[in-house]
C-alpha cells in the first residue's frame, strides 16, 4: 500500500524558514515522481515544487523561487521542502504529492497521484 508520511509544520514568524519532509512508503523499486502543493482553505489546491526521481531536476512556482528548494534523500523515498525568508502569503497546508506518472512534475495531479495527509504552516507576527 502506497502512503505518504509528513513532518515539519508549524508556526513562524515572517522571515523565519521551517523544513517539511515527506517520506513515501510502498513503491518499491519504482521510479517516483514527488511534489509539494499547498491549499488554503476555501481556495485551490496550487503547486510549490515538484522533483525529478533522483532529485537531479527540480520545478519550482515563480512565487517561492529563490525562498523554497525541493530537495530528495539518497534513497529516493523522502523529500524536503526547505523554506527560508516564509511570508504570511505562505500560510496554507501543505501536502505532500507522489505519482509514478511524469505528469506531475509538471504539476498535473490526478487519478496517478497519491497525498499525504497535510501539514498546516501558519506565517505570522
Known amino acids: 500500500q502506497v502512503q505518504l508520511v509528513e513532518s515539519g509544520g508549524g508556526s513562524v514568524q515572517p522571515g523565519g524558514s521551517l523544513r517539511l519532509s515527506c517520506t513515501a512508503s510502498?513503491?518499491?523499486?519504482?521510479?517516483?515522481?514527488m511534489a509539494w502543493f499547498r491549499q488554503v482553505p476555501g481556495s485551490q489546491r496550487e503547486a510549490v515544487a515538484a522533483?525529478?526521481?533522483?532529485?537531479?531536476?527540480?520545478n519550482t512556482v515563480d512565487s517561492v523561487k529563490g525562498r523554497f528548494t525541493i530537495t530528495q534523500n539518497s534513497a529516493r523515498n523522502t523529500i524536503y521542502l526547505q523554506m527560508n525568508e516564509l511570508k504570511p502569503e505562505d500560510t496554507a497546508i501543505y501536502y505532500c504529492?507522489?505519482?509514478?506518472?511524469?505528469?506531475?512534475?509538471?504539476?498535473?495531479?490526478?487519478?496517478?497521484?497519491?497525498w499525504g495527509q497535510g501539514t498546516q504552516v501558519t506565517v505570522s507576527s
Open positions: 504529492a507522489a505519482s509514478r506518472s511524469v505528469l506531475l512534475f509538471k504539476f498535473l495531479s490526478g487519478r496517478h497521484t497519491t
Open positions: 510502498g513503491y518499491g523499486d519504482a521510479e517516483v515522481y
Open positions: 522533483i525529478w526521481p533522483g532529485g537531479g531536476r527540480t
